[in-house]
């Protein structure tokens, strides 16, 4: 059976890829290996017993000794010893107490018992009786609650047997039963293979490299294949002895920022002053005590681990405060001593009421002007987070964007920002008075989405600007990244090329959904953040200048004004003029551990004390309300210790989680006639992806090297983000949505006419996706019946169904242009516009009227009358406004409105239609403001 219409799904050709192939990250097999080791052991040991042929269970069983070997060499439990035992016990042929071992070891990893112990299993642990003790004991406890924290500590080095024993025994004597947290030891034996440690065993929350070691790692598992293309990539430096260290610092320090580095060496103190305090945060000689590394490995993890203001919260709770304040409901008395509310209650806990409080003393402190506990907060995030500086924001993230907006912009300024930017961008412009010139991104029509905004788009309405006189006027650049959709920026080549064309701009990035990204180092390569540190590092090169200065006089002799080749050319900015100003605003709760509206506001800006300390200050006084919600601002504190102590691990899974979710999207019989994920190739065009990474797998190929998009192309796609296309379905992305809601109560947020976004976070699990997969799977054989069941007319008309939603749909409207009435230079060749006075305008009813959407506002276009809008108007999907005040109503937007089948749209009232000026008003005499009618005294105002 065919069905009509989609994307085509990925065609094998060719032999399939391994199982080991098929399988997205070493952690991943490692634990599915160690599950195998317990079957096949078990398996071998009953052929023993019984008798039977022992051929393939032994190879299997030694094959998998193999591959533990080479996984294990880089985690601490069971480790590489245990393997060794594993293969010893094999070789004896001690088939029986070989499957107890391999069962236990097993069943110890699965449930984290280890972690407890903070070490390998002890010799006495290793005695059958004593593990088996052990492990009725571990499974009786709840192994999450109650325990110190876990964490490994590698030790880089080519350490022989007899060292590295004497370094556990050492370090293992300098602990103390009142240490904080525990861990235990990785050991690499080269540069290589300590970078895979880090990169596969995100338990490694420190490092100490000590002073001679090779370089090449003798790993030949093809799982660690990417590890070593990215160090490949990095290209570092083949140095020797001390620079070795260094330089293999410097790369751990990129590819997990927040790991503490520690340098063991014997040089001499000349030669350790040229590397100290660069990278590492202390430098021991080998003969220093283990105990001075012991306690600074503790205090480096502790410092990750405190949480000033949920700390000071918590003992806050703890005292028997009388409130003759607000808040009756503080510490739950208003609750507990009522009749009728106990409900409320016992649903929400003691905790929750206790920590309710107005007061800003008592140990804590005033989000407004923080000092204490919240100031320290912030600071903790600002590191995590990579920023200068770091504001937590507790009404969400819109709110953010109206405070970094009323700070930066100042009325009459020049926005230039992607017309599909969040709705609260277009509100913000409007409260500052700023004249916004709409840039618009590439369309995928076949979908119903939006891509980005080009750099070529970008740097060609900049140089319009300039070529009309408008560029001091220029004031941000505000681009959202990533996408809803997932599709990311290059950010870093973003500002420097608009630098080089208007040095002290101002940039905005909205990473409402990105927050994420700045914990795995691929994706941190395309955060805000990120890139304006290497941006800022790239400008103070010592030959930055000379660079710049050598571009720029053989290009400007060759490309004068010429506009096509400013816009073809990759330009450089000049160090001596260039300020790197970059703001960044995340919905830390839609991808991190935080309460709803729980958002922070990250700012990297070299003159932000100089230039913006003061409006900004006023603005999130404006904003931000006298009684903050003190439990988001908890929430906020503990999520950025989990970013910093496991967001490795966790951002990880969730890629690991998506690429499962694509693969079996891909490959399930049933699923794949049905639904197809859509690749990067289906939505980034060709030449945007400089990279030709069209897919991230591919039943044929196996995993794509997705890493070489994120460093080459213009556009890459979050992995994250896995857009499925269900048009074939017969049914639109918001049936299927209620579909997966109503049925399965699987709950998703974005659709478009015939797609749906499953994103995966940083909470979920292998049994979340594994429910997804079996509910399309039973869509799909539900569908199958039912298709199979048709009658001729009734299977004409499913196919007219999924031909509508596959190849007649809507246009994609560009945003077109504002009114000569509510344009800046209604004649010039940007288009800027005055949206506050079209919106003030709008307070007069006499100056609007209504038009029925419908063929009656085609015919009014037709007929040559310009509509102009009277409204901010925003189908859901695709969640921006379409329209916004003084913007002219084209035909195609007008087409799109009448084309796009949502339920949910913002502005438009049923009935009514579209609100619009009269003609009337369009053609009055000017006023007080440039629109012309009476505009109130605060849009008055607020033109200065």
């Given amino acids: 059976m065919t069905v009509p219409g989609g994307p085509s ?56 000794i193999e591959t533990l070997r080479s996984l294990e060499m880089y985690w601490a439990f069971p480790g590489s010893d245990s393997v060794e035992e594993l293969a010893r016990l094999f070789a004896k042929g001690e088939h029986e107490r070989l499957a107890s071992r391999a069962a236990w070891m097993t069943r110890q990893l699965v449930s984290e018992a280890h972690r407890e112990r903070g070490g390998a299993p002890s010799e006495t642990e290793r005695e059958e009786g004593s593990a088996a003790r052990r492990e009725d004991r571990d499974l009786s406890t709840d192994r999450r609650h109650g325990r110190r924290p876990y964490f490994e500590l590698l030790i880089v080095g080519g350490l022989d047997a007899e060292e590295r024993a004497d370094y556990r025994r050492l370090l293992q004597a300098a602990r103390r039963d009142d240490d904080e947290f525990v861990y235990d030891l990785v050991f690499a034996p080269t540069f290589q293979d300590a970078v895979i440690a880090c990169q596969v065993n995100p338990a490694i929350q420190a490092a100490a490299l000590r002073y001679s070691y090779p ?21 570092p430096a083949r140095t020797y002895g001390l620079a070795r260290s ?11 920022p927040e790991l503490d580095l520690y340098l063991v060496t014997d040089a001499s103190l000349e030669e350790v002053a040229e590397f100290s305090g660069k990278v590492f945060s202390r430098t021991f000689h080998r003969h220093d005590t283990h105990l001075d590394l012991h306690q600074s490995v503790l205090r480096g993890v502790r410092a990750r681990y405190e949480t000033p203001f949920f700390d000071a919260l918590r003992r806050y709770s703890a005292k028997p405060t009388g409130v003759f304040h607000a808040l009756p409901v503080s510490r739950g008395k208003s609750v507990n001593n009522s009749h009728w509310i106990r409900d409320f209650g016992r649903f929400y806990g003691a905790n929750l009421f206790l920590a309710e409080t107005s007061s800003t003393s008592g140990g804590l402190d005033s989000l407004l002007q923080p000092t204490g506990p919240i100031k320290k907060a912030q600071e903790a995030a600002a590191r995590a987070f990579g920023a200068r500086k770091t504001f937590f924001v507790t009404n969400g993230t819109s709110t953010a964007n109206k405070i970094v907006m009323q700070a930066l912009v100042r009325p009459d300024d020049i926005v230039l920002l992607s017309r599909d930017c969040h709705k609260s961008h277009h509100y913000a412009l409007l409260l500052a008075g700023a004249q916004p010139v709409y840039l618009d991104p590439y369309s995928l029509p076949e979908y119903s989405i939006y891509g980005g905004v080009t750099l070529d788009n970008i740097k060609r309405t900049l140089l319009r600007l300039r070529a009309s006189g408008k560029l001091e006027r220029v004031r941000m650049l505000l681009l959202t990244n990533c996408t809803f959709d ?10 420097a090329e608009v630098l080089a064309i208007k040095p002290d701009m101002i940039f905005l990035w909205d990473e409402a959904w990105y927050a994420f990204a700045g914990f795995n180092p691929m994706l941190r390569r395309r955060t805000a953040m990120g890139c304006a540190a290497r941006l800022r590092a790239s400008l103070k090169a010592p030959d930055a200048q000379g660079r710049h200065d050598a571009w720029r006089s053989g290009f400007e002799a060759r490309a004068g004004s010429d506009e096509d080749a400013w816009a073809g050319e990759r330009l450089i900015p000049d160090p001596s003029r260039a300020r790197v100003r970059v703001y960044a ?30 409006a900004f200050d006023d603005a999130f006084m404006t904003h931000t309300s006298t009684s903050p919600n003190y439990q988001i601002l908890a929430s906020l504190d503990v ?15 969730s890629i690991g989680l998506a690429m499962s979710l694509r693969r079996s999207v891909y490959e399930h019989p049933q699923i794949k006639k049905w639904f197809t994920v859509l690749r990067p190739a289906d939505v980034i065009p060709a030449s945007h992806r400089a990279s030709g990474i069209e897919f991230y797998y591919d039943p044929a190929k196996g995993w794509a090297r997705m890493d070489e998009a994120f460093r080459a192309d213009e556009f890459a796609l979050d992995p994250t983000r896995v857009t499925v296309h269900v048009g ?6 918001a049936e299927f949505r209620q579909l997966l809601m109503d049925r399965f109560d699987i709950q998703i947020n974005k659709t478009s006419r015939n797609t749906a976004l499953f994103m995966t976070n940083i909470g979920m699990t292998r049994g979340d996706v ?38 007649q749909v809507p246009p994609l409207p560009d945003f077109g242009r504002f009114h000569a009435r509510f344009a800046s230079d209604p004649t010039g060749a940007t288009r800027e516009g005055d949206m506050r006075s079209a919106f003030f305008m709008t307070y007069d009813e006499a100056n609007c009227e209504h038009v029925r959407l419908d063929v009656t506002a085609l015919d009014l276009v037709d007929s040559g009358r310009e509509l102009v809008s009277a409204a901010f108007i925003t189908p859901y999907p695709p969640g921006f406004p379409v329209l916004v005040p003084g913007q002219v109503v084209s035909r195609g937007i007008l087409e799109y409105l009448l084309a796009v089948d949502v339920k949910e749209v913002h502005g438009l009232k049923p009935g009514l239609g579209l609100r619009v000026f009269t003609e009337q008003a369009l053609a009055a005499p000017g006023g007080p403001g440039p629109c012309g009618g009476a505009v109130p005294a605060m849009a008055q105002e607020g033109r200065r």
């Fill in 9 to 64: 799904p990925p065609t094998p050709s060719g032999a399939a890829p391994s199982a080991r192939a098929r399988r997205f990250d070493a952690a991943q097999l490692r634990l599915d290996t160690w599950n195998e080791a317990q079957y096949q052991t078990n398996w071998l040991h009953e052929a023993h017993r019984t008798g039977i042929d022992r051929d393939e269970p032994r190879a299997k069983v030694q094959a998998t």
């Fill in 486 to 495: 997932g599709v990311t920026y290059e950010p870093e080549r973003v500002m």
């Fill in 246 to 256: 260094f330089t293999l610092a410097e790369l751990l320090q990129r590819l997990r």
């Fill in 215 to 235: 370089f090449g790692t003798a790993n030949t598992n093809d799982i660690f294949r990417r590890s070593l293309e990215f160090i490949a990539a990095e290209n």
């Fill in 639 to 653: 999520g950025r210790r989990q970013v910093e102590l496991e967001g490795y691990e966790l951002v990880q899974r």
């Fill in 585 to 614: 605003t995340h919905s830390t709760h839609k991808t991190l551990t935080a309460l709803r509206q729980g958002s922070m506001i990250h700012v990297f800006d070299q003159d932000f004390d100089s230039k913006a300390r003061d």
């Fill in 770 to 807: 594994a429910h997804l997969v079996e509910c399309l799977a039973k869509v799909a054989q539900e569908l199958d019946e039912k298709v199979a069941g048709m009658s001729g007319a009734e299977r004409r008309a499913f196919d007219r169904r999924v031909e509508s939603l596959t190849r």
């Fill in 728 to 733: 074939r379905t017969g049914m639109d992305g």
